[in-house]
């Protein structure tokens, strides 16, 4: 790059005393930033060294020097590794740009400082890209270290599900950690686990990415949840064929999203949808699929209510009794009335389906050749199936 005479030639007679002046970078920073102070995440060692590489690609590039970045990209990449927040990273940098400048300033020849003043901007536009070189390398390697780390991958992906992720910078930071992008559609998924630590949907990340799905997943409390991307020609029925054969138990699938500031809405369709499902069942539900499922299963107690106030003389008889007239109601009404199409379902003769659905009307007092009746016995039969009740 091109800079004033003054400020080349000054970073060259600063040049042969990088390493010394370095500790002195290292000790501010150390005095300024607790964490480097105790030196445990970065050893007082490695701080000096890494203030020394820098400084000589700030001096070195100043100058005249053809330096690649690849001094600075190392500082980002084992800061990274090391754990050191990005933000305290930064920070270090910052002090170490303000050290470089007063130190120039401290030591140009008073005829030069004007000269100096006037190359500030391109003194600082080093420092900047240093600073640059350093975000992206860490960046990149922290986006690796947590593509490994399949612990602070769950924690990413719960802070966009429960809403705490933060700002909308760094919900689109963890967005990209996890590789789903910004701005892009996505959906919710919520499985079962059949047991405890267990996934309801075995290896499902690898599986989504063999047909190019992006998703992260977490498992958390019974629950095996994620956030899968959607694209042209990965839509939610697609994506629902993708999930049946692998559940382990009931599957929910939210409705499209857009913003990530969504997740935790689309986390509230999956539950619902998912609870909408029949107990004991691999089944995989949409939000909206099924209205009136979704719409009990996110009110359970007024559900339970329900069933005791229309099939509490059922529930009242022996199990077998109690199955045998659930059963031939839900094939009656399936069959829309009609009694043959039910007996066939049943595998009986139709005087006996007679039998039990005027078993069924005298114990729960509701005459159903009334419609309203009859939708009244559905909805209960509807709330026992999701209670998991008969």
């Given at each position: 790059m091109e800079v004033a005479p003054e400020v080349r030639h000054l970073s060259r007679v600063l040049l042969p005393e990088s390493e010394s002046l370095a500790l002195d970078m290292a000790l501010r920073i150390r005095d300024e930033i607790t964490a480097y102070a105790a030196g445990e995440l970065v050893t007082h060692e490695e701080l000096a060294i890494s203030c020394t590489a820098n400084l000589r690609f700030i001096l070195g590039t100043l100058a005249g020097d053809d330096l690649t970045l690849d001094i600075p990209r190392d500082t980002g990449t084992n800061r990274a590794d090391q754990g050191v927040p990005y933000a305290m990273v930064l920070q270090a940098f910052r002090i170490g740009a303000r050290y470089v400048w007063e130190l120039m300033v401290e030591r140009a020849a008073s005829e030069d400082r004007d000269a100096l003043l006037l190359a500030a901007a391109d003194i600082w536009a080093v420092s900047d890209a240093l600073a640059a070189a350093v975000t992206d390398a860490y960046r990149t390697a922290f986006a690796e270290r947590v593509r490994r780390d399949g612990q602070m991958r769950s924690v990413l992906v719960a802070g966009l599900l429960d809403g705490d992720a933060g700002s909308a910078d760094a919900l689109a930071r963890a967005a990209d950690v996890l590789g789903l992008g910004r701005g892009g559609a996505f959906a919710v998924v919520s499985a079962e686990s059949p047991t405890m630590g267990i996934e309801g949907l075995p290896d499902i990340e690898r599986e989504l990415t063999r047909v190019n799905a992006v998703s992260a997943w977490r498992l958390e409390h019974g629950l095996h949840e994620g956030i899968v991307a959607l694209r042209p020609g990965f839509d939610l029925d697609t994506l629902v064929q993708r999930l049946t054969p692998l559940a382990r138990g009931r599957v929910g699938v939210s409705r499209s999203r857009s913003r990530l500031e969504e997740a935790p809405e689309g986390r509230r369709e999956a539950r619902v949808a998912r609870d909408a499902a029949t107990p004991g069942t691999t089944d995989v539900v949409r939000f909206g699929a099924d209205?009136?499922?979704?719409?009990?299963?996110?009110?359970?107690?007024?559900?339970?209510?329900?069933?005791?106030?229309?099939?509490?003389?059922?529930?009242?008889?022996?199990?077998?009794?109690?199955?045998?007239?659930?059963?031939?109601?839900?094939?009656?009404?399936?069959?829309?009335?009609?009694?043959?199409?039910?007996?066939?379902?049943l595998h009986v003769h139709r005087n006996t389906v007679r039998y039990r659905v005027r078993r069924l009307e005298e114990v729960t007092g509701r005459d159903l050749a009334r419609p309203v009746d009859a939708a009244e016995l559905y909805v209960a039969l509807e709330c026992l199936r999701i209670l998991g009740l008969g």
């Open positions: 209205p009136l499922g979704v719409l009990l299963a996110s009110s359970p107690e007024q559900a339970r209510s329900l069933v005791d106030a229309v099939l509490a003389p059922v529930l009242a008889m022996s199990v077998e009794d109690r199955q045998v007239v659930i059963d031939t109601a839900r094939a009656w009404l399936a069959a829309g009335g009609s009694t043959s199409t039910a007996a066939r379902a």
